[in-house]
């Protein structure tokens, strides 16, 4: 029994793939995902993208590979990268075969367009032959003409038929190391689609919302969907889309995650809006202090509140606690405890030494632990 089970969200149990050395479904975390977009076949370029994604916290990577330029390219691209490399592929076969043999360690296709039954035989090899796991990725926006015709429009059902269609033609080639996605740019349909899609199979979901906007817009919109999908326990590895850079939609994937307390990655800063009685600049230290910290990957919460009306209760959830006093006096805590008084000056810095010698603490805890155990407030 849980203590908090108003905080408990039941997965839905899928089957488990790995996409390289990641598992993706059954009861492994939630990943979060990106993509390129430099031209594949400059290998150097798109290896510095996936550097910066890496830093944020990626765990998979898709690149895409429209020509032949590109899955040549592959092939160091994915010696170069730490995480897996998903191949993106419209529907090209040939392009899926050399993506297997350059080591991909994903082909996202859809096996309905490669066109005849041997094709799909021979991508089906390579993926086996390489130890490739595949996405079927269904999109409102190019859903099949038959489809199309029969329901009238883009809807759940057809997706989910669609996703259905594609899946069974893996099956039928004794194939079942695969994850499916029915993204759309509306949130109702792409949610619907994915609830559907949920109930009538038990392979793992990539999730996401398609197209949504750049950073601000696209990031309110995924919230919404990826994070009802998520509350109700949809979802095994997801994609921010977003019109802004690959880092960006990492690092609004995690914040999606942690809100609902299914990740925990880097420090969680708990900070008030401000009004007239906070007794520092709290919009000026947050956004500071953010970018001060946002190299610390332990998973940590700090609260930071700009006066006493708030303050020691929400530091009391904490690892560590800063409140506004006044004649410019303020209150630090440590594990929810007053801890020291700190005078105007150097906030940020102050704080952040804190933080980092707190995550300090608690990685050699865990290294001492085996990682068996985890600090209170603390635990991945
Ligand atoms: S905690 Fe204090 S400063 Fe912050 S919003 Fe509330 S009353 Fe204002």
Redesign the pocket.
Known sequence: MSVRPYRDILRRKSRQIMVGKVPVGGDAPITVQTMTNTLTADAAATIDQIRRAEEAGVDIIRVSCPDEDSTKALKSIVQAARVPVVADIHFHYKRAIEAAEAGAACLRINPGNIGSADRVREVVKAAKDHGCSMRIGVNAGSLEKDLLEKYGEPCPDAMVESALDHARILEDHDFREFKISVKASDVFLAVAAYQGLADACEYPLHIGITEAGALRTGTVKSSIGLGSLLWAGVGDTLRVSLSAEPEEEVRAGFEILKALGLRHRGVNIVS????A??QFD?IRTVEALEKRVAHITTPMTVSV???V???PGEARETDIGFT?GGNGTHQVYVAGVPHHRLKDAGIVEHLAEMIEKKAAEIEAAKAAAGDAGAPRHAAE
């Open positions: 008030c809006p401000s009004c009685r906070q709290v509140i700009g006066c009306v708030n303050g506004g």
